[in-house]
């Protein structure tokens, strides 16, 4: 069964840096785009960042861009969210979605971005 496993999340302060990972299963990981999605408390989720099966092709929201990197390693079955100068309205559930359709995502990671 498919199976997407978060980690990498926690308390940081602002200006900082996490770096997520969603570890992948039980599917062919190199056929699918991936995407990072959050949700704040009170807010709908969100996309954040996605990138195509072969990694070649990036997208962002515009309130990530420039601080935010999402790749994979297909060898790894993995996909990385990287996140730099960490701002307070960054806070939220962060979730791996696979693909642009269908309804697969992992349990999701807190990030909590305060001093």
């Known amino acids: 069964q498919v199976q997407l496993v978060e980690s990498g999340g926690g308390l940081v302060q602002p200006g900082g840096s996490l770096r997520l990972s969603c570890a992948a299963s039980g599917f062919t990981f190199s056929s699918y785009a991936m995407n990072w999605y959050r949700q704040a408390p009170g807010k709908e989720r969100e996309l954040v960042a996605s990138?195509?099966?072969?990694?070649?092709?990036?997208n962002y929201a515009d309130s990530v861009k420039g601080r935010f990197t999402i790749s994979r390693d297909n060898a790894k079955n993995t996909v990385y969210l990287q996140m730099n100068s960490l701002k307070p309205e960054d806070t939220a559930v962060y979730y791996c979605?696979?693909?642009?359709?269908?309804?697969?995502w992992g349990q999701g990671t807190q990030v909590t971005v305060s001093s």
């Open positions: 979605k696979r693909g642009i359709t269908g309804n697969y």
């Open positions: 990138v195509t099966s072969t990694g070649h092709s990036l």
